[in-house]
């Protein structure tokens, strides 16, 4: 038993190789039926690829068959011929339920690539690309059922199986009804499709009918020609259920779900002075020239949409919230510093970070005033769906040549970061009022949990030149505000100076509340940036969020250190129920270069 349990292993390899050379042959031959229409001179390589597999088929093909002759003239002995039975039962089972699983995952791959074309006004070329990019669905099927196929095959001669002939005419009967069943499906949704609201719910409660029919058919018409028809067997059910949540979980925490959609599409516009926009497609930099002698500013942070159903409630709120601040203050530009999203996971039940941008960039379109934001450390978490790479294009593809109101760089510099940029606020006769630095304070070094980054040097040398630059420009040191995400280790001295009583420092307002057990949560590692700006004496202001409960103001060094106030409802246990730390920021650039800040918090406008 021991050496016939070894050579039937060898045998099963050999036969998973067949099923998967005849899965990727099945996608090597729609292939080649694609470029025979579309690149035939690229047809010849898929054939050639097509008779290398077949080639590869045939061979392993005659093996098997070879070693079932040698086996035949054999006398394997009682144990041997039972042991033979009791595995082919198990494959003919899976390969009857498997038959039906390849007809239902047929249909509903061409049910999908239907809709698609039909209710999608999908180009040729956008159809053949989402057929190429689902052949899994059709290949996994394919590979199980020649493999569970042959290998029932095989075990069935090594036993004389005496229920051939019924097991057959099942496996036909099976096949031929699962075939009929999917046809008439197809053809309903093909047919009906113009008139049928949802479709893809056809197809699934007729998927849901389906199953229902095939476990019936398990249950009372198998046992006809298997032993042991129904085996439970704990281990296997328990890994394929944990399998299957673990599956359905991952699907369920990365899907665009745009619950909120209804209530960004009933905002009223709230709208601006009109101030015209400029960018500069060679620096990147976008310009706004103020109408009016005051240019206000609305300084958001720390939103955390977390863009799924069970954060809907905390969305719908921190929408909300979003809206009465901008309504209340009519600012001509609002600045985000950072975790618009929270792609969590366990903590919003989401791991989605494109949806939550792309509803407020509808938000804010529809509101109808020009935005910028900073990075946060949760806008590209690791397991979240886009990364950083997929997350800037999302954002181009929403900046203000599509919307009108983002303006987010299309050219950034090439240094550290995600998105550093340069916006210039200019008064009506062309001259430099403000130049505002959105600066990534990046996310985590990696060296473990929480253990965040900082502003680099070369983010920091960057600054430095553009300060310089308009400096040259403008005959004088030009005004400039600085935004980020995480705060800078001078705001945690600026604090700690503050608790000792320090006339170093100058307070303003606000209070750090933060629950941690360091009230200023920033890097360990210094950054070069505030040093730099107390040098060049043109930033006079920093702003940053990151801290939830925190929202004092002191300046330290001749620089403003201002912690925003923060809008979240979801990332930290409890803080829906708090209010005294949310609101918002309004900045007012007065036309002779001075400017004022007061808080607005939430509590007092609604």
Known sequence: MKELKKELRVQSRRVYGIAFLAAAGFNQLVWLLYDLFTAPWYAVLMLLTLAVISAGIIILCRKVAAEERAWAAEDCGEEAVWYFRTMSERYAKRTINGTALFFAACSFFLAAEVIFAFQGNSKPAEIAENIFANMLVIQAPLFLCVKNLLLSGVLRKRCGYPEKGIYQRHLKGVALFSGVYWLAVLLTVYLFIDHISRPVNVMLVTGVFFAGLILLYNLKLRKKFITANIVINRRRIAVFLLMAVCISGYQFLTRDTWYTQTYINSIPIVGDHGDPVVYDERTGVYTITSSTDDFRILHLTDIHLGGSLYSYQKDMKALRACYAEIEHTKPDLVVVTGDLTFPMGIMSLSLNNSAPVGQFAAFMRNIGIPWCFTYGNHDTEGMAVMSKSDLNDLYKSLSFKTSG??????????????????????????????????????????????????????????????????????????????????????????????????????????????????????????????????????????????????????????????????????????????????????????????????????????
């Open 405 to 606: 109101t983002l303006l987010y760089p299309y050219v950034q510099p090439a240094i550290t970061g995600r998105n550093n940029q340069l916006i210039k606020v200019r008064n009506s006769d062309g001259t430099l009022n403000t130049a505002l630095f959105l600066i990534d304070s990046n996310s985590y070094t990696g060296e473990g949990i929480n253990v965040y980054d900082y502003i680099h040097d070369d983010q920091v040398d960057w600054y430095a030149e553009e300060v310089k630059r308009m400096n040259m420009e403008e005959g004088h040191t030009v005004n400039s505000m600085v935004f980020f995400h995480i705060p800078l280790k001078e705001y945690r001295t600026a604090y700690e100076l503050y608790e000792e009583g320090s006339s170093e420092v100058t307070y303003f307002f606000g209070e750090n509340g933060e629950k941690m057990i360091d009230k200023v949560c920033c890097s360990d590692y210094p950054s070069s940036l505030f040093d730099r700006m107390v040098e060049l004496g043109s930033t006079k202001a920093v702003f940053c969020g990151h801290d939830h409960y925190n929202n004092m103001s002191l300046e330290y060094k001749g620089i403003r250190l201002t912690y925003g106030m923060s809008i979240d409802y979801l990332a930290m246990p409890g803080i829906e129920d708090d209010t005294e730390q949310r609101g918002a920021e309004l900045i007012t650039l007065h036309r002779n270069g001075s400017w004022d800040l007061r808080q607005i918090p939430l509590v007092e406008i609604e």
